[in-house]
C-alpha cells in the first residue's frame, strides 16, 4: 500500500508544477470584461483539455510518481472533473487509473472518465457509502497511490498554478499582479494552491449553499463538516463534506473571507457567461463569477476571477440557459 504523502505544499512546489505544465499545455485565456463599470480579469480553465482547472494538480501529482508508484497504478475520488483530470494524466503517462465516482454525477462526466480509459467503480450518494472508504478498499487491494481530489500537496501546488498564469497574463498587460483572486471552493484545494501561488492577493473562496464546510471551519477555527450531507445541489464540482488538515493549514492562514451564493446566483453567473463570454461554465464552476455578480465581492480592476470548469449535461445546461429566474 502507498500511503498518502503528508508533506506541506510550498511556494517553491508551486513553481515547479508551473514549469511542468507550462511545458505540456498552453495557458487558459484571461478574458477581460466589465462588471458593474469595473474592468475584471476571467481566467477560462474551462477551455481545459478536460474542462476543467483539475488537471493541473493531477499532472503535477502523477508525473512526479516513481516508476514502481506507476506499475502499481493510482486511485481517485471524484465527482467528474478531478476524475477526468487524472484519467488524462494517467492515459498520457501509460498509468492504470481507477476512479471512484457518485453514482449521480453528470453524465457527461462519467463517459468522459471512462472514454479517456479509466476504470470506473460507483458509489451512492447522498446518504450512502462513505467514497473515500470505497477508495482505500481499491488502495489497501492493489497497492495504488491514492491521488487525491483536494488533500495531496502535489494537487494543492498544480491547482496553484492557476494563479502563476494569471499573475503572469495580468504582467503581460502591464499591470502588477491581481490584487484579489475570487475562486470556486470545494475542500479547498485550488483556494490553498491560489494563497500559496500569489501570496500578495486577497484570496476569496465562494462556496455553493448547503454545501459551505470551508467557511464553517474557519469560522469555528476547526474543520467542520457539512451540516446536511444530504442537501441537493447542482454544484456536483463543490459538494465535498469538509476539508481536510493539509488545505485547512494553508487556509486559515491566509484566506480572511468566504462567500456563498445562492443556486439563483449560480444559475444567472451562468448565463451571463454564456451571453457576455460565450462560455459555457458549470454550476460549481460559476461559483466565484456568480459572488462578483451578486455585489458580495468589490473589483478594482486586478481582480481575477477563476471559471474553474466547463462539464456540465447538455440538456441541463440548456434548462439554464432557457430559465430566467
Known sequence: MTSQPMRAPDAAGVARAAAKIAELLPPTPLLECAIDGQPVWLKAESLQPVGAFKIR?????LSDLSEAERARGVVGVSSGNHAQGVAWAARRLGIAATIVMPSDAPQVKLDSTRALGANVV??????????????QRLVDRSGATLVHAFADPWVIEGQGTTGVEIARQLAERG???????VCPCGG???????????PDAEVIPVEPEGWDD?????????I????????????????TPATRPINFAVLRQRVKRIEVVSPAEVRAAQRWAFKTLHLVVEPGGAAALAAVLAGRVPTDGRTAIVLSGG???????????????
Open 188 to 198: 479547498g484545494g485550488l483556494s490553498a494552491g491560489l494563497a500559496l501561488a500569489c
Open 311 to 325: 462539464n456540465t449535461d447538455a440538456d441541463a445546461f440548456a434548462r439554464v440557459i432557457a430559465s430566467s429566474d
Open 57 to 61: 494538480g493531477a499532472w503535477h501529482r
Open 214 to 222: 470551508v467557511r464553517a471551519s474557519l469560522a469555528a477555527g476547526q
Open 122 to 135: 460507483l458509489y451512492d450518494r447522498p446518504g450512502g457509502e462513505d467514497r473515500d472508504a470505497v477508495a
Open 224 to 239: 467542520v463538516k457539512v451540516a446536511d450531507p444530504t442537501m441537493p445541489t447542482a454544484c456536483d464540482a463543490l459538494q
Open 175 to 181: 499591470l502588477d499582479g491581481p490584487t484579489r483572486l
